[in-house]
Structure formats: C-alpha cells, structure tokens
C-alpha cells in the first residue's frame, strides 16, 4: 500500500503558476502509474492528468494541454504537477493517485490510491 501526500496549493492570480507536489511512501513508487484529478465545489471529480511509470508516457485533459506539465522523480517518490497560466476555472481541489503496475489512464476508477488533496484557488 501507498501513502500519498499532495501540497503546494493555494491562491494564485489568474494568469499566475502552482507547482504542486505529491510525495508516496510505504511502496516502491516506480511501481505505480500515477494521475491528477480535481474536484471543484459542486461537482464530479475530473481527470487533469496521468503518467506512466517510467515518464515515457503522458496524457492531459482537452482544458489543461498546453499550460499544464506533468512529471515524476522516481528517486524522490513524487509526483509534480507545473500548472502555468492558470484560470479562474482551475479553481478545485487537486487530488494524486496512484495505480499500481497502470498505464497512466483517465479513468479515476483505475486508481487504488488517493491523496487527501490540496486546494488550488485562483482568483480574477
């Protein structure tokens, strides 16, 4: 089992940047594919984006491409997640999760781990 820790939330200007970090601990972290989601007040969780194990792999969702970057440091145990340019849209809660021996898929049902989440507000 894996213990995900996610931070570097907070307010932020629109237009302005977050990096936020995810740190797992209790499993090897390079056996997990992992994800981004955000969940914004009111409504469902959605898939921001995921990478495979080895980084060789990327997907974004249609609202992120472009100022969003994802990446992981296997030998820190952390998920990074470089949020550029940044909306008054991409105001939620960010959330890790990890899938073990995954792809790096869209799908918030192939996760077995999930942090606690870190609150991104972005203001006008």
């Known amino acids: 089992q894996v213990r995900l820790v996610e931070s570097g939330g907070g307010l932020v200007q629109a237009g302005g940047s977050l990096r936020l970090s995810c740190t797992a601990s209790g499993h090897t972290f390079d056996r997990y594919a992992m994800g981004w989601f955000l969940q914004a007040p009111g409504k469902e969780r959605e898939f921001v984006a995921a990478?495979?194990?080895?980084?060789?792999?990327?997907v974004y969702a249609d609202s992120v491409k472009g100022r969003f970057t994802i990446s992981r440091d296997n030998a820190k145990s952390t998920l990074y997640l470089q949020m550029n340019s940044l909306k008054p849209e991409d105001t939620a809660v960010y959330y890790c999760a990890a899938d073990l021996y995954g792809a790096g898929s869209e799908l918030s049902h192939e996760y077995e781990f999930w942090g606690q989440g870190t609150k991104v507000t972005v203001s006008s």
């Open positions: 990478i495979n194990r080895s980084s060789g792999r990327t």
